[in-house]
């Protein structure tokens, strides 16, 4: 059985903290970087409705951990992300809620987040599993998930309800224990590429 539990977890200049009400006024002005509120594929919130969202996760405990991320060295909020239906008996979890400013798309940070969520998933919780979920029609998201080696599990058809009302399609990815040191050399690899990843 794993046990997550708030924790603080730093790599490469990103630094992921317990999301909190603290929070707010970053994750206001990383969702204004794009406008990634309008963005029709994911669940970013609109600049006011961005306390009501952090009081969300918190309330989604114990099956959702929810973090700030930010830039380690200036203490900017960058975004959000999230460890979610954590089923601690079976040793499963996913990652997901992930979302940045805009001027942090396409940089080191997402790989480097996915890099920290993944080693404390499986080196120090001990998972056997850990899933990642998205959109059927973000592409951007599936080739970000496909990049880092996990596998496609497949589609959940008419599975979840978009911000706009639609109904969408959602495409299950998942990496396994016994993948990991190949996947975590992979993503090693990735970081170490001389353009953004």
Known sequence: MIVVQPVTLEFNGVRLAPLGPEHADGLRAAARDGELWKLRVTSVPEPENVAAYIAT??????????????????????????????????????????????????????????????????????????????????HASQAAIERLGAKKDGVLRHHAMRRDGTVRDTVMYSIVRGEWPEIRAHIDDLLQRPRPC
């Open 57 to 138: 996760a918190l309330e989604m405990r114990p099956g959702r951990l929810a973090f700030a991320v930010l830039d380690a060295a200036t203490g900017q909020i960058l975004g959000t992300t999230s460890y979610h239906d954590i089923v601690p008996a079976i040793g499963r979890l996913e990652i997901g809620y992930t979302w940045y400013a805009k001027s942090r798309q396409r940089s080191h940070v997402n790989t480097s987040c996915k890099r920290m969520l993944l080693a404390h998933a499986f080196d120090t919780l001990g998972c056997a599993v850990a899933g990642l979920r998205t959109d059927n029609f973000n």
